[in-house]
């Protein structure tokens, strides 16, 4: 039964939600909760209970079987650590530090010892626990560390009794059991798809493993060491727990926003539960984790993208029923419960913030006169480590409560089932409402640039809400971006959906991007190993029904990419092959954007001698990257500016076509990763170019990268890709229904492009280990700091930053109308 009936028949309301007002994203002051809290994407959180912090994205947690201590790994960007909590009287007893980890987490049957995975490393670590306190440490080594082997363990459990601990793994996709005793592989077994959790069956006679991008269950003879069999389930499963009998498994499903539950004597999926707030097939809650209360009655179920748990009656075997709804915080990643409580990780705390202290070289003095950074203590404000977890401590709700509960999460929700068919959006306006209707645009071209915050590009715009103190790349670097803001729309509300380039340009593609993609990025970009695949180069971080190529495809629309999940004539999507072209280049910091542009021009004039321009275009144009000060590169300067003369000769040379009357141009950064912002870490440029924008405009509205998605699509005739850009609000307010025809003239470099980095000192000697023949694999921390140190000098001080406050201007009535937890 889906969830959205039973909350209809307990006559919840139902808005719309976000409103077409000047909204900002929200922040508590001290991370504790608030009524609601608005996020950058447009959704809101309204966390109920009591919380601790956590550390840098908590993926598990472990409940020990005394039922005294509470385990959590953390494995975020940033520093990665192991915890131990009292679950109890809800407090933090211990933390260590772990060099690399990833989700594995298991207490031995004694209480004493903590194994958790260690990530690129390898291995599994042993933690000795005496006196609520870490103690020894042990390792358990499936291989070499990283490269030179990879393997990646994940999920683990322990047969306590025959000393036997098994592992899976999501690199080389690999059963390993070791023997405890001695520390050595005893088996391993191909499971042929990336693997997430593995779970021992009550008498240990069987494990279970969910295959996550096989979209199955494994089953696996701990007696005769082999896979007895498969179980399908729906779009990657990830976690899974089963009844104290042995019965029955229940299976997180992210990509369908699903629970399997399988009978495990038949091996067959009984039932499917939707976790979804509404009925639909739409991807975006992303169902992650799961837990049974101690009755094994209800059955509760995160869903990370929808920041709730679903809550399901599970007492009667195939015919669960819906009760309701709890807020949790932001990207809830695991649940537990211990007795009445319910135990939630939230995987990026409570709020989205602003990081005036970005990643910039920022150092005040300390009362002993020494330079240090921003405080002393605190760390730069990068957004990949940015967002810390929570750990919420919820009563369990009694049917009321739920009720309240079940309000609340439809109230910080955007999206619902009718806006799959019908935007927001006014009569007239190029931009349909509807999936299908006529607009007078038929050409879309759809630029993506490189992690630039408003403020390091617009920040010196009086007409915007900028921090002129954070701007490096002003209007002298930067004149077509400038030009295009005030010629046409200036946009200083706009948020990207994503945090980096791994999730972004995922985000900027399909309006979602999967459990694999969020939770495996931070490995990468903390320096822990692995390898960049989120544009196309691994299946498993594929959305189910793919990016909006594959969805022109399915309907009939002719696209092309130039640049953007290719290069050098190769696509990295089945979708694009003969979608390409075939000259234009893919990553590389080398050739210069403007040289991207040229080869477009080439191909589009060619395209339009044909009368053969397609109806959607990719182009990626992403120096403004820069390779910071790496000896004999451009500077970062030239680099930026190379960029935006780039992107003005390509609006120049669409204005003054024949078919400038029928186009619209969408420019956005895929993240912001590489800088500051007074307002929020994800506020970022953008720009909507097309005779039917509104002239020489200034608009506040909140928008996000889901909403430049969604006003592409209802432009196109497209249907939404996920809920995110179902619930986004379009860009309607951007567009007139009358054109104005007046051709945009390209604003001429008043900066160096050929300017190279020259300088020999600290910045350049970092800058020659970086790597920049693909996309954030330097270091963005460095990278940012020596972009910065270019631009303002090795030795320059960041001025004190101006703070800005967030002011929700419409509430909605049902504000007031309950109190939290």
Not at 33 to 39: C, G, M, N, T, Y
Not at 134 to 160: E, H
Not at 207 to 223: C, F, M, N, P, R
Request: aromatic fraction near 8%; include cysteine.
């Amino acid at each position: 039964m889906n969830a959205f009936f039973k909350i209809v028949i307990c006559g919840v309301a139902i808005g719309s939600g976000y409103r077409a007002v000047a909204q900002r994203p929200q922040q508590p002051t001290n991370q504790s909760q608030a009524k609601q809290i608005l996020l950058p994407n447009g959704w809101s959180l309204s966390p109920v209970g009591r919380s601790v912090p956590l550390g840098d994205l908590p993926l598990n947690m472990q409940v020990s079987p005394s039922r005294k201590l509470l385990a959590v790994t953390n494995n975020g960007q940033s520093k990665q650590t192991v915890q131990l909590i009292d679950p109890v009287n809800e407090k933090l007893l211990d933390e260590k530090v772990i060099a690399k980890s990833w989700y594995g987490l298991k207490f031995s049957q004694d209480n004493k010892t903590l194994f958790a995975s260690g990530g690129n490393d390898n291995v599994i670590l042993a933690y000795g626990i005496k006196n609520n306190k870490f103690s020894t440490t042990d390792t358990l080594r499936l291989g070499l560390a990283w490269p030179k082997d990879k393997i990646g363990p994940t999920g683990i459990d322990i047969d306590n009794a025959r000393q036997r601990l098994y592992v899976v793994t999501k690199e080389d996709n690999t059963l390993y059991v070791l023997d405890l005793k001695t520390k050595s592989i005893l088996h391993k077994t191909d499971l042929g798809h990336e693997a997430y959790a593995c779970l021992l069956s009550p008498d240990k006679k069987t494990a279970y493993i969910t295959l996550w991008g096989g979209d199955k269950v494994a089953v696996y003879d701990t007696q005769t060491n082999k896979i007895t069999g498969e179980i399908t389930t729906e779009s990657h499963p990830n976690e899974l727990i089963q009844t104290k009998n042995g019965k029955y498994l229940f299976v997180a499903n992210a990509n369908d926003n699903s629970v399997s539950v399988i009978d495990t004597k038949a091996r067959k999926v009984m039932e499917t539960i939707s976790a979804a707030l509404y009925p639909t097939q739409l991807t975006g809650s992303t169902t992650n984790a799961l837990a049974l209360s101690s009755d094994e009655k209800t059955l509760y179920m995160a869903n990370a993208d929808n920041n709730c748990l679903a809550v399901f009656n599970v007492s009667v075997p195939g015919k669960s029923s819906s009760q309701g709804f709890i807020p949790t915080g932001w990207y809830p990643t695991n649940v537990k419960t211990l007795g009445k409580k319910i135990l939630v990780a939230n995987g990026k705390g409570f709020s989205s913030l602003a990081n005036p202290a970005g990643p910039q070289p920022v150092k005040v003095s300390d009362n002993s006169g020494s330079h240090t950074g921003v405080t002393g203590k605190q760390e730069v404000q990068y957004i990949g480590g940015l967002f810390k977890g929570t750990l919420s401590f919820i009563d369990r709700p009694d049917a009321a409560k739920l009720k309240i509960y079940a309000k609340q999460v439809y109230a910080n929700t955007p999206f619902t089932k009718e806006m799959e068919n019908k935007a927001r959006g006014e009569v007239g306006n190029p931009v349909p409402t509807r999936v299908g209707d006529k607009s007078p645009i038929k050409y879309v071209f759809y630029v993506i640039k490189e992690n630039r915050t408003y403020d390091q590009v617009l920040g010196d715009m009086k007409e915007g809400n900028g921090d002129p103190n954070l701007c490096i790349f002003p209007e002298k670097v930067t004149p077509n971006h400038h030009a295009l803001a005030r010629e046409f729309v200036l946009l200083d509300n706009f948020y990207v959906d994503a945090e980096v380039s791994a999730d972004g340009h995922n985000w900027s593609m399909a309006a979602y991007a999967t459990d694999y993609t969020e939770k495996t990025w931070p490995t990468s970009y903390g320096g822990r190993g692995g390898t960049y695949d989120y544009e196309g180069s691994r299946k498993i971080a594929y959305p189910k029904k793919g990016y909006i190529w594959d969805y022109c495809q399915r309907a009939g629309i002719n696209y092309r990419s130039y640049g953007e999940f290719s290069g050098d004539g190769k696509a990295t999507l089945k979708s694009l092959e003969g979608h390409i072209s075939k000259k234009s280049p893919g990553f590389n910091m080398d050739i210069k954007d403007i040289e991207r542009v040229r080869i477009w021009k080439q191909d589009f004039d060619s395209l339009l001698a044909q009368n053969a321009v397609p109806q959607f275009s990719t182009i990626r144009l992403g120096n403004d990257h820069t390779s910071g000060q790496k000896k004999g590169k451009f500077t970062p300067i030239a680099a930026v500016a190379d960029n935006d003369l780039a992107l003005g000769q390509l609006v120049e040379h669409l204005s003054k076509s024949s078919i400038w009357a029928q186009t619209a141009i969408f420019v956005l950064e895929d993240d912001a990763q590489n800088g500051p912002d007074h307002i929020d870490a994800h506020r970022s440029p953008a720009f909507i170019i097309s005779p039917y924008t509104k002239r020489n405009a200034v608009n506040h509205t909140m928008y996000s990268t889901s909403g430049i998605l969604r006003t592409m699509e209802l432009i196109l005739g497209l249907p939404p890709m996920s809920q995110y850009d179902a619930a986004a609000l379009p860009l309607f307010d951007c567009f007139t229904a009358q054109p104005t025809l007046t051709p945009y003239q390209v604003k001429a470099a008043q900066v160096d492009l050929e300017e190279r980095n020259v300088a020999q000192n600290k910045s350049s000697e970092r800058s020659e280990k970086f790597n920049f023949t693909k996309e954030d694999a330097a270091p963005d921390l460095d990278l940012n700091e020596v972009v910065w140190k270019s631009v303002k000098g090795e030795d320059s001080v960041m001025p004190a930053p101006r703070r800005s406050g967030f002011v929700k201007l419409e509430q909605k009535k049902d504000d007031d109308d309950e109190d939290d937890d």
